[in-house]
């Protein structure tokens, strides 16, 4: 079946990086997304990558896919207090699909 | 632009009440979805509109019926609530393949929080 998993929680101190790890199930995903929630609100889309590319970097953010082993990563350069948020990773299995599939979602706290 | 919004925020009901979740959005976006978050199990589609005058089930529809209004508006109703169906309910809207940028970036409201005793 369709799963997208990831750990629940994850703690780093301020200024350190931080990895957020995600395997999907789906080969045939076009998309995949990085979704942050902070508390008491929706999802914001942080970054998207195309199931063409090996990595895509913005500012901070670095996302990386392994195709062959159906991973995803986000490391977050530099991590700040503000970046404490739910983040969650979420495929779209096949093109013309509307039917999104979230992760769990991995919880993660910065220490000042 | 407000973006997706929602109502009410946060609603307690009794086992077996109904009620209607309200979702509308002004950035003309085509498609439109329901999700509900639970505890350690992410975000699940409970239905889904690609465009105004449709809909489908997503992953778990049972409990749920859903009215596209209109292009600006998607309801999500329980007929008769269980406390299974406590959860927070996010709706969010979206260019649509049809249309758009193809990565199709989804806008989430900012939830209800149902409690159902």
């Known amino acids: 079946g369709e799963d997208v998993e990831q750990s629940l929680f994850l703690s780093v101190r301020e200024g350190d990086s931080s990895v957020i790890n995600c395997t999907y199930t789906d080969s045939s995903s076009t998309y995949l997304y990085w979704y942050k929630q902070e508390p008491g609100a929706g999802l914001q889309l942080l970054t998207y990558i195309f199931s063409n590319m090996d990595m895509k970097q913005d500012q901070r953010l670095t996302v990386l896919l392994n195709k062959k082993d159906k991973h995803l990563s986000l490391r977050i350069a530099d991590t700040q207090t503000g970046d404490s948020a739910i983040y969650f990773c979420?495929?779209?299995?096949?093109?013309?699909?509307?039917?999104?599939?979230f992760g769990t979602g991995t919880r993660l706290k910065v220490l000042a | 632009n407000a973006g997706v919004t929602q109502t009410p925020k946060f609603q307690v009901l009794k086992t077996g009440q109904s009620m209607t979740l309200q979702c509308a959005q002004d950035m003309n976006h085509n498609s439109m979805y329901w999700y509900r978050q639970d505890p350690g199990m992410g975000l699940r589609l409970i239905y889904y509109?690609?465009?105004?005058?449709?809909?489908d089930k997503g992953e778990v529809p049972n409990g749920y019926n859903v009215s596209r209004l209109n292009k600006r508006e998607f309801s999500l109703r329980l007929e008769s609530a269980a406390p299974s169906q406590t959860s927070v309910y996010f709706c969010?809207?979206?260019?649509?393949?049809?249309?758009?940028?193809?990565?199709?970036?989804?806008?989430f409201g900012p939830g209800t929080r149902l409690t159902v005793l």
């Open positions: 969010a809207s979206s260019e649509g393949l049809a249309g758009g940028p193809y990565y199709n970036e989804q806008f």
């Open positions: 509109s690609a465009s105004e005058g449709t809909t």
């Open positions: 979420a495929e779209r299995p096949t093109s013309g699909t509307y039917k999104y599939i």
